[in-house]
């Protein structure tokens, strides 16, 4: 039984250089024995069999962690961090919620409140092992710097999405010049920052022209950062954009040629072949958010065919629920419920899928693929200690499948990111996050109650009273 006082201490008073011994190390081939990192400056210095990094790292004290597996954090490749004051307030609810219950939430929120909701997002999103979240883009006035603040303070890697809508703009062409200069400030002004990764975003095509979209696309295209955009994520969606533009979304971004390898489309669901042949030759990649297509949408897109495809994807929560291994879970299981089951795939990506989309090809996905993903000399360190040392990993015969059916968030002991321990057992160890809980829990119940959500389903106790 190992001395967990012992391995925190250690791990907190290592002073920035860690040899880290894990029981077993998550390699994109799967899981190694044997084999440790050296953890230097915020990233990995070297990852190699441990007896080659102790005789190489004389004066390192090896960290024995006996049972533990260390591996790369998980990627949330589509969320929306100011909608944490909302949470179950969508439950039930028919889709197109953002219109009814985000867009009025996030407006109420000022830059205090989007500051606490998007530190209260990432904390739980560290909670539930991802140690990098993208977030498409506060609808609060006052909310980015907001959201960029709670990255850095929670200690999260965030790509923060800024909203260029321009649907509303009614200043012509010196409006739309105003939202391009402020695009480019801000990917200019974050261009450097260790853990806030600039993009733009259009929340849906619809809510920019045509010009809006193409030069949005090209900006980040030229910065090689991404552009989000929630793309055919509800039937309505698509009716709308055809009754508008004559065109359904994807086929809308291809036209004005804003579908390039900066995309980075949530959701993706219902496409035609038409529309999977041009995703697939303009190299944008896509956020497959299976929770929320079981929650509120329509349609599960084919991830096993877009992989088959070539196209690039990761897995996204769409602020659902900031559960990394959960997501895996859901990944799979609605791949297989969705598609498998009619075409007899019993494998449904095999387990290995889940684990490569939630870890290096998410990351490849949100445009970090050099910066983080994998446990590799270079990259980041990003990652996750999973105690294994439970009755649900004995016996053991498939470590990343059973990663993806078995593993649950009580197991993630620490979160490292960016080379610091950020989590010990799911808390943060350098700042007070039940204050947090307590200041949230007040203003979440002041910002609620002045919104104007609209909300068509009860509570689920108000549900059964009136189907009683
Ligand atoms: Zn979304």
Known sequence: ????????????????????????????????TGMGVVVRERRFAQVAPIAELVAAHPHLTVIDLPRRLLMPGLIDTHTHLTQSFGKSLAFGEPSEIFK?????????????????????????????????????????????????????????????????????????????????????????????????????????????TDRMLHDVARLTQEAGRCFQTHVNEHLAAIERSLVARGLRPLELLHAVGALNESGLLAHATMLTAREL????????????????????????????????????????????????????????????????????????????????HATHLGARAAGLGAVTGRIEAGLAADFLLLDLDVPEFVPSWDLTWELVRFANRDQIEAVFVDGK??????????????????????VAKRDVARAPIHRVHPTADGHRAANA
């Not at 039984?1 to 008073?13: A, F, G, R, S, V």
């Not at 923060?160 to 409006?175: S, Y």
């Not at 801000?186 to 853990?195: G, N, Q, T, V």
């Open 277 to 356: 042949g041009l995703l697939r030759d303009s190299g944008a990649a896509v956020a497959y958010n299976p929770v929320a297509s079981q929650w509120k949408g329509n349609a599960v897109l084919d991830a096993l065919l877009l992989k088959t495809l070539g196209v690039r994807f990761g897995l996204g929560t769409d602020g659902t629920r900031a559960d990394g291994l959960r997501l895996m879970d859901a990944a799979e299981a609605t791949q297989r419920i969705a598609h498998g089951l009619s075409n007899g795939d019993s494998s449904c990506g095999g387990g290995g899928v889940w684990v490569d």
């Open 100 to 208: 009814r219950i985000w867009v009025p939430m996030e407006g109420v929120l000022d830059a205090d409140a989007a500051y606490l909701a998007s530190k209260l997002a990432a904390f739980e999103s560290l909670r539930g092992g991802f140690t990098t979240v993208v977030d498409a883009g506060t609808r609060s006035e006052a909310g980015l710097d907001g959201v960029a603040n709670a990255a850095r303070d929670v200690g999260i890697r965030c790509v923060l999405g800024m909203i260029c809508n321009d649907a509303g703009n009614t200043d012509g062409e010196a409006g739309a010049l105003r939202i391009l200069a402020a695009a480019e400030g801000f990917l200019s002004r974050l261009e450097h920052d260790p853990l806030v990764h600039p993009s733009l975003a259009i929340s849906i095509p619809e809510a920019a």
């Open 421 to 442: 321990l950020r989590l010990w057992r799911g808390w943060p160890v350098d700042w007070d996050a039940r204050a947090l809980m307590a200041e949230v829990a007040q």
């Open 1 to 32: 039984m190992p001395d967990h006082k012992m391995m925190t201490q250690d791990l907190l008073e290592a002073g920035g250089e860690l040899l880290l011994a894990p029981e077993w190390l998550m390699l994109p081939t799967g899981a190694a």
